[in-house]
């Protein structure tokens, strides 16, 4: 397929709105964009198709020339630039990583890039104040972080097709649940468990003492103790975490 990525698409403006007769919401749930489909073709079945294929077909063959080379141009940035294709961990290379270490960081790594680069570039669509956003080098976590809170505060309502007789009707929307998670999963990631407690820390170094630790051997049996117990918790909340990112990763993509 030559046509890899369209951002303005002529089914979407307010010209087809007038053509087809129907105005085609913002934004709805996957299941009640089939619903949508099927109350407008059935109320305007001619300016439905109109608007839905007709101006497809016209955009598509006045667009050839530039999507041939916006194809071409994608494919090189995805492919060598980018590198889509590839889970990057933040890690610091020449240092040897278990696999189970890899998986925590390079999965939270790509949460936090998508936060902040693609995330934070749909802002522009959502926000009135999108200029006050200062990005650096394509990312700005402040966007990000705008962007998840007008998702987190969609509701079901009339542009969902929902009417106040619904139980749906003002609760919040499977993305803006979403959203609430992704952003908690990126707070916790980025500050919260930078800064846990090093367990390793509840060891003092003495350097007047030939034994590099200042307690008794029965001190430091219990410190070892206390210092395996909170390791063992920071695990099981890095599983917790990796758990929750994985139940929404339907939910992660722009």
Known sequence: MLLRSRINHWTCTKFADFIRGTPKPYALEWKEWDAWHKNAKQSHPFRYWLAESGLKYIQNFLMFPLD????????????????????????????????????????????????????????????ETKN?????????????????????????DSNYGVTKKDKEYNQPTNQA??????????????????NRTDPHSLLKNDSDNDDPFSHTTKDKKKIYKQIEKLQQSYDKEDTSKLIDLIKIRNELWT
């Open 68 to 127: 041939l080379y916006h194809t071409i141009k994608v494919y090189i940035r995805n492919r060598w630039i980018d590198k889509t294709h590839i889970v990057r961990t933040g890690l610091k290379p020449g240092e040897y990583y278990e696999f189970d270490y890899k998986i925590l960081h390079g999965l939270f790594y790509e949460l936090v890039d998508m936060v902040e680069s693609e995330m934070a570039h749909l802002v522009k669509y959502t926000s």
């Open 132 to 156: 006050k956003f200062v990005f650096k080098n394509g990312r700005c976590e402040q966007a990000g972080l705008e962007y998840l809170d007008w998702a987190s505060s969609l509701v079901y």
């Open 177 to 194: 649940l979403a959203a609430r998670k992704i952003k908690e999963l990126y707070l916790w990631w980025k500050y919260t468990r930078p």
